[in-house]
C-alpha cells in the first residue's frame, strides 16, 4: 500500500482505495515531529482478510499456509519517508528479535507480541463476562483483543528502535498473493534452487517471474537457508524492492486495468490507522522513484542466541538498534528545540527544594514511575505528579522545562542517566516534567536498580551517577554466530533486474 501512494499513483485511485480500506484506532501514534513519516508495515499470519471475513477455502489452500489461525506477525518493516518524500527506507525488524514484552509477557520474540497480549486479552474479557454472569461478546472481545495486540507492538517495536510510529498498516497473507498477481507477477532471481516443503518453496536458480502464489512461499522461506531469519528478511526485500520498482514504472501506472487490480488487491487485505491521510501521503511521495527506495535491516549481535526457555532467538543491543535509525535520519532524530548541556560542561549550583518535579511513566515498566520519583526526592527535589503518562509508546525519555538552561533540569537530566533537557512552554518556571519510555536505563530502571541520585556529587555539581548503558538491558545470551558479519548492503528498487538472494 505504501508503494501505491508513491510514484505519481493516479489520484482517483488514491481517493476510491482511502474510502475502502478497513482502519483500526487508537494506536497511539505520533505526530512526525522528527521531520519524517515513520510507518510500521506488519505482515500478519492470518486466514482473514482485512474486514474480518474468512478466506475460502480455495483462498487458503493457495496460501500453502497450512489450516491453523494465527496472528504471528511474521513480518515487520518500520518505513521512514522524509517530509519532503524525496526517499524512502524501509528497515525490516527480524521476527525472532528478543525483546522485553512487559511484564505480562516478559521476555519473548518480536513476532509474538501481537499475538500473545490478543490471547491475554481475549481470556480476561471473556472470564469478566462469565464472572458477570453474562454471555460473552465474541465479536467485540475479539476487536478489543485486536486493539490490545496492535497497541503492544506499536509500543514494542517503538522501544526497540527509538522511533515513535506515526502511521500503521497491517497486511493478511492473501496480501501477497493479491498484490503480486494484480501487478502480473515479480521478478526474483535465486543463487541456488530451492526445495523446501514446509513454505512450498521449489524454485531452479536464476532469474524468474513468481506468480502470487508462489510469491508467498519466496518470501515465507526460513528453513535450509544459511543465516535463516536474516535470509528470509533479504528474500523479503530483494521481493519488496522488485514489487516497487514495478509499481513505480509508467507502464503500472498508466495502465488502468492494473491500477484497478492494485485497488482491490489493497482494499481487501490491508487495515490502516483511522487517522491516516492517503491523499496528503500521496501528494509527498508523487515524486518518488525507484532509485530512492532502499531496504535495510536493524543490526543484531546473533542469530542463534538463547532465550529464557532455551528457545533460538535473535539478540540486539538496543544501543546499536538506536543509534543505527540515529544514523539513518541524519541527526538525532529529535525534534527537540534545545538538547541537554554536553556531559563536561559545568553546572551552575542549584537549590532542588525550589523545583517542582513530576515524573511521568510512558513505557510498559510497572512502578518505574514510582521509583524514579522517589529517587528525585531523596535527591532534594520537590516531587509533584507522580504516575503513568497519558501516551504510551513514546521513544525516548526526556526531561521538560520551560528553559532549557534551567541548572537543575540539566543535572537531574544528566543523573538520570544523560537525558535530552527539552524547551516545552507551557511548564512555569521552576516547573521539571520527567517523561520515562520503555528504553530507561537510568538509576531506578528495575526493581533491584540500586544507584541513587544523590550519590557522591550532590545536588548542584556536576558529576553522574555513572547510569548504565542501554546494552544492559539487551535480553537473552547472544550466540556464537556475529549478526553483523556479511551484513547485508542496503537494497534499491531503482536497479535493473532484481538481486539474485539465497
Not at 528474500?235 to 514489487?243: M, V
Not at 538498534?321 to 548541556?341: I, K
Not at 548492503?489 to 538481486?499: C, H, L, R
Amino acid at each position: 500500500m505504501i508503494l501505491l501512494v508513491g510514484g505519481g499513483y493516479a489520484y482517483s485511485a488514491v481517493g476510491r482505495l482511502s474510502g475502502n480500506l478497513a482502519t483500526t484506532g487508537g494506536l497511539d501514534l505520533g505526530n512526525q515531529a522528527d521531520g519524517a513519516t515513520d510507518i510500521l508495515l506488519v505482515g500478519i499470519d492470518s486466514r482473514t482478510d482485512a474486514k474480518g471475513n474468512p478466506l475460502s477455502q480455495d483462498e487458503i489452500d493457495m496460501l500453502r499456509a497450512g489450516e491453523e489461525e494465527t496472528t504471528s506477525t511474521d513480518t515487520m518493516i518500520l518505513i521512514r519517508i522524509p517530509n519532503d518524500g524525496s526517499s524512502a527506507t524501509a528497515v525490516s525488524l527480524p521476527r525472532d528479535t528478543y525483546v522485553n514484552g512487559g511484564e505480562e509477557l516478559g521476555n519473548v520474540k518480536l513476532n509474538s507480541v501481537y499475538g500473545s497480549t490478543k490471547f491475554y486479552r481475549e481470556q480476561e474479557l471473556t472470564e469478566k463476562a462469565a464472572a458477570a454472569g453474562e454471555t460473552p461478546d465474541e465479536a467485540r472481545i475479539s476487536s478489543e483483543a485486536v486493539q490490545a495486540g496492535r497497541e503492544a507492538l506499536v509500543s514494542s517495536i517503538a522501544n526497540l528502535t527509538g522511533i515513535s510510529v506515526d502511521h500503521y498498516a497491517e497486511v493478511g497473507l492473501l496480501g501477497f498473493v493479491l498484490l503480486t498477481d494484480a501487478v502480473g507477477g515479480v521478478d526474483v532471481c535465486l543463487n541456488n534452487p530451492v526445495d523446501e516443503p514446509l513454505s512450498g518453496a521449489k524454485f531452479p536458480a536464476g532469474r524468474q517471474t513468481l506468480d502470487g502464489r508462489d510469491a508467498l512461499s519466496f518470501v515465507r522461506q526460513r528453513h535450509d537457508l544459511p543465516r535463516g531469519d536474516l535470509d528470509r528478511i533479504t528474500r523479503q526485500q530483494a521481493y519488496l524492492a522488485s514489487l516497487a520498482n514495478k509499481i513505480l514504472s509508467a507502464r503500472t501506472l498508466s495502465d488502468p486495468g492494473q491500477l484497478g487490480k492494485l485497488n482491490d488487491a489493497v482494499s481487501r487485505s490491508v487495515t490502516i490507522d483511522s487517522g491516516w491521510d492517503i491523499m496528503g501521503l500521496a501528494t509527498q511521495m508523487q515524486n518518488l522513484s525507484g532509485g530512492n527506495v532502499t531496504f535495510q535491516t536493524i543490526p543484531v549481535t546473533s542469530i542463534d542466541g538463547t532465550g529464557d526457555y532455551g528457545e533460538s532467538v535473535v539478540t540486539v543491543n538496543p544501543d546499536q538498534v538506536h543509534a543505527f535509525f540515529r544514523t539513518l535520519l541524519g541527526d538525532d532524530g529529535s525534534g527537540a528545540t534545545e538538547t541537554s548541556a554536553a556531559p563536561e560542561e559545568e553546572i551552575p549550583d542549584y537549590d532542588p527544594a525550589e523545583s517542582t518535579v513530576s515524573v511521568l511513566n510512558a513505557g510498559n515498566v510497572d512502578g518505574l514511575a514510582t521509583r524514579v520519583g522517589d529517587l528525585v526526592a531523596g535527591a532534594g527535589f520537590t516531587v509533584g505528579e507522580v504516575g503513568n503518562h497519558t501516551e504510551t509508546g513514546v521513544s525516548e525519555s526526556q526531561v521538560n522545562v520551560a528553559d532549557a538552561s534551567d541548572p537543575a533540569a540539566r543535572d537531574l537530566a544528566r543523573k538520570l542517566g544523560g537525558l535530552e533537557v527539552v524547551e516545552d512552554a507551557s511548564l512555569a518556571p521552576g516547573q521539571i516534567s520527567v517523561t520515562l519510555s520503555g528504553t530507561y536505563d537510568g538509576p531506578g530502571d528495575t526493581a533491584d536498580d540500586t544507584r541513587t541520585l544523590s550519590g557522591s556529587d550532590g545536588p548542584g555539581t556536576t558529576g553522574t551517577t555513572g547510569g548504565t548503558t542501554s546494552s544492559e538491558d539487551a535480553v537473552g545470551t547472544p550466540g556464537t554466530t556475529d549478526g553483523t558479519t556479511d551484513r547485508q548492503a542496503p537494497i534499491s528498487a531503482g536497479t535493473d533486474g532484481p538481486m539474485c538472494v539465497n
